[in-house]
């Protein structure tokens, strides 16, 4: 892996310099805005430095190559205003939020750890930093299993950081290069984008009970308020009553269009109304997984509908809890694989305490993480993915 840190007077020059050094796949880790020291800080304005990461080679593991990410990606997951998050501080440069004197800490308070420095304090010197370095990593690993990481996908990351530790290598830069690492296996957002004289009709789907109403209600809000495009919603979630008459409500206090449909030509001519439009948002009716012939009435509404490409492009969302089981998200996505290229949006983070089935299912997939919500606030408790805090969250640091 690749690491450096690039400044600029602006936060975009400094990206376009890391950019034009290491190439579109550089993934952005941190900024920081750089005040002057002394009596030069009345002189000088403010500077930018962000750090910048470039995976250096692909992984032997097997495992599902990280996504390359272009320029465009790369400016949009940091400016782009769908992004909702707070300044960060260079997690690195103040050791990744105090991780480190936590893993200290936990050090001291297990038993089997307290044999282990004992047995370094012993040891030859030479045989010292390997030892510490290497409880220090059984640390992290079974810090990332407690945040419920996939013990296949702990021993990935795990076995790629090892290979790289020398005797030298100290424990701070150990958790930094894991820090890092999951970082570039989240990767980039992928957020809804308008398309240039085309109308995007955007599907969400998925299981029943995961917010899908509530969260095309957030996003339909922040494009027709915020970035005051046309919004359309439709909704083919007639199987509950309060769905549509929630929808219907959130339609009306938006000043936007909403049709109900109940088969495929329906839909096609709500299309054809609503052409024009920025965005069409199309509400589906939650689906068991273990229920095939439910499925298959969403696969066939999405893909075999008619669309004029001249006019219209589609994207998919599938809609999931961060607080279903693993095992469960596993043979949902195993489901909803029929339909190509979607994204994947993670609802209430509110409801647990473990983000693991986040890195899991990104993982398992290959498919772009997109937005998370926490919470029924319309149109607040809504934001893309943030990376950093995710890797926080699993190395069990600040949330």
Do not use: W
């Not at 009596?39 to 599902?64: C, H, M, N, P």
């Not at 440069?93 to 297990?110: G, P, R, T, V, W």
């Not at 409880?135 to 990935?156: C, G, M, T």
């Not at 149109?379 to 640091?397: E, F, M, V, Y």
């Amino acid at each position: 892996m690749i690491i450096k840190r690039f400044q600029g007077a602006t936060e975009q020059e400094a990206i376009l310099k890391a950019k034009e050094e290491m190439g579109g796949g550089a993934v952005v880790l941190s900024t920081k805005v750089i005040k002057h020291k002394g009596l030069s800080r009345l002189f000088k304005k403010d500077y930018f430095e962000i750090t910048a990461a470039l995976e250096d080679k692909v992984s032997a593991t097997g495992q599902i190559p990280y996504a390359k990410v272009n320029e465009t990606a790369a400016a949009q997951a940091i400016h782009n205003p769908n992004i909702i998050s707070e300044p960060e501080t260079s997690a690195i440069e103040e050791k990744l939020n105090n991780l480190q004197a936590m893993f200290a800490s936990q050090m001291l308070d297990n038993n089997k750890i307290k044999e282990d420095v004992n047995e370094i304090m012993e040891s030859e010197e030479p045989k010292k930093e390997k030892n510490i370095n290497f409880s220090f990593i059984r640390l992290v690993y079974s810090q990332l299993l407690d945040n419920e990481v996939d013990e296949k996908y702990a021993n990935q990351i795990i076995g790629e950081i090892e290979t790289s530790i020398k005797k030298e290598t100290n424990v701070d830069s150990i958790l930094s290069s894991i820090y890092q690492k999951i970082i570039l296996k989240i990767g980039q957002p992928k957020v809804i984008e308008p398309e240039e004289k085309k109308t995007k009709i955007v599907f969400f789907v998925g299981p029943t009970g995961v917010g899908k109403t509530t969260t095309i209600a957030k996003l339909a809000s922040f494009f027709k308020l915020e970035k005051k495009l046309k919004v359309a919603m439709i909704t083919s979630d007639t199987y509950r009553i309060a769905a549509v008459e929630q929808l219907r409500t959130y339609a009306n206090i938006l000043d936007v269009p909403l049709q109900v449909i109940y088969t495929i030509e329906e839909f096609n001519n709500a299309v054809k109304n609503f052409e024009g439009y920025d965005l069409i948002f199309v509400d589906t009716a939650g689906r068991s997984h273990k229920n095939d012939e439910q499925c298959k009435e969403v696969f066939h509404l999405i893909n075999d509908c008619t669309i004029d490409e001249e006019k219209c492009v589609k994207e998919t969302y599938l809609v999931l809890s961060a607080a279903t089981k693993y095992r469960d998200l596993i043979k949902i996505t195993d489901t909803f694989e029929t339909i190509k290229d979607y994204s994947i949006l993670f609802t209430k983070l509110d409801e647990t305490s473990c983000l693991g089935n986040i890195l899991n299912i990104r993982l398992k997939t290959g498919a772009a993480l997109s937005y998370v919500t926490s919470g029924q606030v319309v149109p607040d408790d809504i934001s893309s993915i943030d990376a950093q805090k995710i890797a926080r969250n699993l190395l069990g640091g600040s949330q």
